[in-house]
């Protein structure tokens, strides 16, 4: 809608609710989960979002600082999500620039600064959803901002977490953080 300047029809809008990819037993591929939660950002209409996402019981997210947006408006959404698989990509940086330690931790800074709004957002699920029991995070890269928060979240009085799994998780500080938190 906003990309053409005009309103969702009623008839696309019951295709996004029949739409429900997780009739695929569970299972969706990354792709058509971004595309589904794109044109339901795009629609900007709260009772859609609703609607198409509050059959998901499980979603698997491949965070990067461009769908982070995507994820944390939509999951809010998700009432009887109860299962989170999540990676979160490390910043990449131009291969044919050479860049010292320092630069390098400029960058994941100025990324976790632009992700902060967003994961916050995403964050929050894990207080205020009741049914989400089992969060994992697995193959991600996390700087100390959005560890410091997620710490926050999982450690609060309302998170309902029963089983939190930690692999692979950089950098060495982040795994520590996040076990301490528990």
Same mark, same amino acid.
């Given at each position: 809608? /906003?990309?053409?300047?005009?309103?969702?029809?009623?008839?696309?809008?019951?295709?996004? $609710?029949?739409?429900?990819?997780?009739?695929?037993?569970?299972?969706?591929?990354?792709?058509?989960?971004?595309?589904?939660?794109?044109?339901?950002?795009?629609? &900007?209409? +709260? +009772? @859609?979002?609703?609607?198409?996402?509050?059959?998901?019981? =499980?979603?698997?997210?491949? @965070?990067? /600082? %461009?769908?982070?947006? $995507? *994820?944390?408006?939509?999951?809010?959404?998700?009432?009887? @999500? &109860?299962?989170?698989?999540? &990676?979160? /990509?490390?910043?990449?940086?131009?291969?044919?620039?050479? %860049?010292? =330690?320092?630069?390098? =931790?400029?960058?994941?800074?100025?990324?976790?600064?632009?992700?902060?709004? *967003?994961? !916050?957002?995403?964050?929050?699920? *894990?207080?205020?959803?009741?049914?989400?029991?089992?969060? +994992?995070?697995?193959?991600?890269?996390?700087? /100390? !901002?959005?560890?410091?928060?997620?710490? =926050? &979240?999982?450690?609060?009085?309302?998170?309902?977490?029963?089983?939190?799994?930690?692999?692979?998780?950089?950098?060495?500080?982040?795994?520590?953080? @996040?076990? $301490?938190?528990?």
């Amino acid at each position: 809608e /906003a990309t053409f300047g005009c309103r969702m029809s009623p008839d696309i809008k019951q295709e996004l $609710l029949r739409c429900d990819i997780s009739c695929k037993g569970g299972h969706s591929t990354v792709t058509d989960l971004q595309e589904l939660l794109g044109c339901l950002y795009e629609s &900007q209409e +709260e +009772e @859609l979002v609703k609607g198409v996402m509050a059959p998901f019981k =499980e979603i698997s997210l491949h @965070l990067n /600082a %461009v769908d982070i947006m $995507l *994820f944390s408006i939509c999951l809010k959404h998700c009432r009887n @999500l &109860q299962k989170m698989p999540l &990676q979160a /990509a490390k910043a990449k940086l131009p291969e044919n620039v050479t %860049v010292s =330690e320092s630069d390098a =931790e400029v960058e994941r800074s100025q990324d976790d600064q632009h992700m902060l709004p *967003f994961w !916050t957002d995403l964050c929050s699920i *894990f207080g205020s959803n009741k049914d989400l029991i089992i969060l +994992e995070i697995n193959n991600s890269f996390l700087g /100390a !901002t959005l560890v410091r928060i997620l710490c =926050e &979240q999982i450690a609060s009085d309302t998170c309902r977490l029963q089983r939190v799994m930690f692999k692979n998780i950089s950098p060495a500080d982040a795994y520590r953080n @996040l076990c $301490l938190a528990l």
